[in-house]
């Protein structure tokens, strides 16, 4: 019932700025904290940043705290991952992720992959030296 679908990426230089967006359909009616992630070619998919029902907390993690942001427009149910300053240790596959878990409080921000319930296909994102 609940589809992600992610779009943006592609082939950038290292300093480069990408955003990444997330479009969520179904039969939600309300919001839903939302996260992204990223898995690079043999490695873990790891959490980079997720965003709370209320839109005004996000968590990161240090390697991407000052580059990266996450917005959302909740009329829209998109979010967005804005990406600047891309460095070569970015490349991955992205993957947008909601969290439908009920009860979440308004401004808790999940950091786990086992917390989130629905993912999307992924977008691949590439950052050349």
């Known amino acids: 019932q609940v589809q992600l679908v992610e779009s943006g990426g592609g082939l950038v230089q290292a300093g480069d700025s990408l955003r990444l967006s997330c479009a969520v359909s179904g039969r939600t009616l309300r919001t839903y904290i939302m996260g992204w992630f990223r898995q690079a070619p043999g490695k873990e998919r790891e959490f980079v940043g997720g965003?709370?029902?209320?839109?005004?907390?996000?968590a990161f993690i240090d390697s991407v705290k000052g580059r990266f942001t996450i917005s959302r427009e909740h009329a829209k149910n998109t979010v967005y991952l804005q990406m600047n300053s891309l460095k070569p240790e970015d490349t991955a596959v992205y993957y947008c992720?909601?969290?439908?878990?009920?009860?979440?409080?308004?401004?808790?921000?999940?950091?786990?992959?086992?917390?989130?319930?629905?993912w999307g296909q992924g977008t691949q994102v590439t950052v050349s030296s």
């Open positions: 992720a909601v969290d439908l878990t009920e009860d979440r409080s308004f401004y808790y921000v999940s950091r786990t992959r086992n917390e989130y319930t629905n």
């Open positions: 965003i709370s029902r209320s839109g005004g907390n996000t």
